[in-house]
């Protein structure tokens, strides 16, 4: 991801000369938006120790560690107070400002636009507003807000990162990009931001704990085989799995999304994996199940795939094989990888 340095430059004089922040957000509030502006918050009171207030038009995703000077729903005569007392305004994951505020409120508008003013935004889409040639605007079409704030705070400034930090940005980076979905030139990058902030956890939080902030709101129609996959989690050396068995899908017809979701989400997303792989039922066949294994670029998977009877590419490949569980299926595959030489 690529940050001008002297925007960068500006953006830390800004932050570092000025004392009382407010960071407003979009309406239809999801977990990038809210974890970018929770993060930032922190960030802002625990790193810089300035006086910071999140807005937020709805309630917050329940499960975030919030700010105490956050602003819920607040009536004109507040959000006035708020901005007399800001000298910085952020607005955070917005590309059309209509979605920033939930209803037509010209005077507050313009108090927001008489301040220092700070967009940060993933959205292709251009911002369709007046902004002076001196405001700053750091705008990137990438994977998610969480993952700009995360590449100038973590990586660029080197701050000190608290696990409040970690948990609202991985949960906005892991929420906003479904799995990393977004092919661009940086989704290498998100993903390695994204395991950087699960090792901030200081034991505060697992990548399960993100999951059960998000995967309700994103997928409730398979929360039921997520909790299941995750709880089945296994971490072997660096080789990391998960299974579902037949009487656990409850719902045969989302199977192989839930299938694309664990391996490129769930398992994709645990710090210092080599490889993984996923076991599940192929449910027309009793005892029958699939494997699907991953890898990154220098660890072939291919060779445990080819010794259970499938085959398939380096870094992705596949095989069926019969066994009494999915477990014990998993087992079996695990065997393979040993004796191929993946550990």
Not at 7 to 27: A, G, M
Not at 88 to 116: C, G, N, W, Y
Not at 150 to 166: G, M, T
């Amino acid at each position: 991801m690529r940050i001008l340095s002297y925007k960068l430059k500006s953006l830390e004089k800004l932050i570092r000369d000025h004392d009382n922040f407010v960071i407003f957000t979009h309406t239809g509030l999801d977990s990038d938006a809210n974890g970018s502006s929770f993060g930032l918050n922190f960030i802002l009171t625990e790193n810089f120790k300035k006086r910071t207030a999140s807005v937020l038009f709805e309630p917050p995703i329940e499960g975030l560690p919030a700010p105490p000077n956050t602003l819920v729903k607040p009536n004109t005569a507040t959000l006035k107070q708020v901005l007399n007392a800001a000298d910085v305004v952020f607005i955070l994951d917005v590309a059309e400002p209509h979605r920033t505020f939930p209803f037509d409120h010209p005077e507050v508008e313009k108090m927001i636009f008489s301040k220092q003013l700070v967009l940060i935004d993933h959205h292709a889409t251009p911002i369709k507003i007046k902004i002076k040639p001196a405001d700053l605007v750091f705008r990137y079409i990438c994977s998610a807000t969480a993952t700009i704030l995360s590449e100038i705070f973590v990586e660029k400034l080197k701050l000190k990162i608290s696990w409040k930090v970690a948990f609202n940005l991985a949960t906005g980076i892991l929420a906003d990009t479904r799995g990393f979905k977004y092919l661009t030139n940086n989704r290498f990058s998100t993903c390695l931001l994204f395991k950087k902030l699960l090792k901030f956890s200081e034991n505060h939080f697992s990548i399960r704990d993100i999951y059960t902030v998000t995967e309700e709101k994103l997928f409730p129609e398979t929360i039921d085989e997520i909790k299941t996959i995750l709880e089945h989690i296994k971490i072997v050396g660096k080789i990391a799995y998960t299974f579902i068995d037949t009487d656990e899908v409850k719902n045969p017809s989302r199977l192989q999304a839930i299938k694309l979701f664990t391996l490129h989400k769930i398992l994709e997303s645990i710090p210092a994996i080599h490889a993984f792989f996923f076991v599940y039922p192929k449910l027309k066949d009793k005892n029958l199940y699939s494997i699907s294994f991953r890898s990154i670029p220098t660890v072939d998977v291919s060779k445990a795939a080819m010794a259970l009877g499938g085959g398939g590419h380096k870094n992705a490949s596949a095989a069926k094989l019969k066994a009494s569980t999915a477990l014990d299926a998993a087992k079996k595959a695990l065997d393979a990888l040993h004796r191929t030489g993946v550990k």
